[in-house]
């Protein structure tokens, strides 16, 4: 069964230093997304894309963030410089347009730990 | 505005017990889908149910149902003789119909079923 796929599954980086996040939607898919979840806390939305741009995004997605799918696979999460709030679970999804359409399919999630 | 409410925090039960999660809801939108997900301790996010808004029939899956209630914004689920792999957190979670619209989750219900 076709899934969400994302690298690497844990980061650990020194705040200010730069991550990229990966994300390998599922391939029929053209809705995608990232959310985060601060450790104990609930799954938040970051930011959702189609078409080759940001559909929307929400207050936490400040300039420090960026997406971008630079090939027909890739989906990626760019964190300029890391700041140690930015620790958290990031999980990419993403949904098609037909059929099952309204359901968004997760992946397995990257840790990300500023230090 | 859109909410989703999970008043229980943290529930335990003993395996076998039915246990019954909580969830309630707040949206403007006249159309819209509710999900379940379920968070074991290896952090991934598993799908369990989508609903939509014109839907409100009782939905049943082995040993997991769905109550959906319009008219006290509501949708319980309950899981029937609980097992011990049932731990894990419970997300419920409200979208929009729109395009590309994001999840809006609620703080989730962490359930313990002990042996």
């Known amino acids: 069964e076709p899934e969400v796929t994302q690298t690497p599954s844990h980061q650990v980086t020194q705040m200010g230093q730069e991550v990229i996040l990966r994300c390998v939607p599922i391939?029929?898919?053209?809705?995608f997304y990232w959310y985060r979840q601060i450790l104990g806390q609930k799954v938040e939305f970051l930011v959702s894309?189609?078409?080759?741009?940001?559909?929307?995004k929400s207050e936490i997605f400040d300039d420090q963030f960026s997406v971008e799918r630079p090939d027909g696979s890739n989906f990626t999460l760019k964190i300029r410089s890391t700041k140690l709030e930015d620790s958290a679970m990031y999980f990419c999804?993403?949904?098609?347009?037909?059929?099952?359409?309204?359901?968004?399919?997760f992946g397995p999630g990257t840790r990300l730990l500023v230090l | 505005a859109q909410k989703v409410t999970q008043a229980q925090t943290e529930i335990s039960v003993v395996e076998k017990e039915d246990v019954t999660l909580d969830c309630v809801y707040e949206?403007?939108?006249?159309?819209?889908?509710l999900f379940w997900y379920k968070q074991p301790p290896s952090g991934e996010l598993v799908f369990l149910i989508r609903?939509?808004?014109?839907?409100?029939q009782n939905e049943i899956s082995g040993r997991y149902s769905w109550n959906f209630q319009k008219s006290t914004s509501s949708f319980n689920f309950t899981i029937t003789a609980s097992q011990v792999v049932d731990s894990a957190v419970y997300f419920c979670?409200?979208?929009?119909?729109?395009?590309?619209?994001?999840?809006?989750f609620g703080k989730g219900t962490r359930l313990h079923i002990l042996p």
């Open positions: 999804a993403s949904r098609t347009t037909t059929g099952d359409g309204e359901t968004q399919y």
């Open positions: 391939s029929n898919h053209l809705y």
């Open positions: 894309f189609y078409n080759n741009e940001i559909s929307e």
């Open positions: 949206t403007r939108d006249t159309t819209y889908y």
């Open positions: 609903r939509n808004s014109f839907d409100e």
């Open positions: 979670a409200l979208s929009s119909m729109n395009r590309d619209d994001k999840i809006i």
